[in-house]
């Protein structure tokens, strides 16, 4: 009995879809810091957010 293994596909991205997630996170982040004047990055690790999204949070 023999299996044969595949590889997994690695999902490939449109410039513009990568460029649109940017805008979009940045107005999140602009929305966050009218409201509460900082982000308190604690608290959104406590709401479950990934930390993926919170390290390009603080990159952008």
Do not use: C, F, N
Request: glycine share 4%; aromatic share 4%; charged share 35%.
């Amino acid at each position: 009995m023999s299996t044969t293994v595949t590889a997994t596909k690695k999902k490939a991205y449109s410039p513009a879809s990568l460029e649109a997630g940017d805008r979009l996170l940045k107005a999140v982040k602009e929305k966050l810091l009218r409201e509460k004047g900082k982000i308190d990055y604690a608290s959104l690790r406590r709401d479950g957010y990934s930390e993926t999204l919170i390290a390009r949070l603080q990159a952008i």
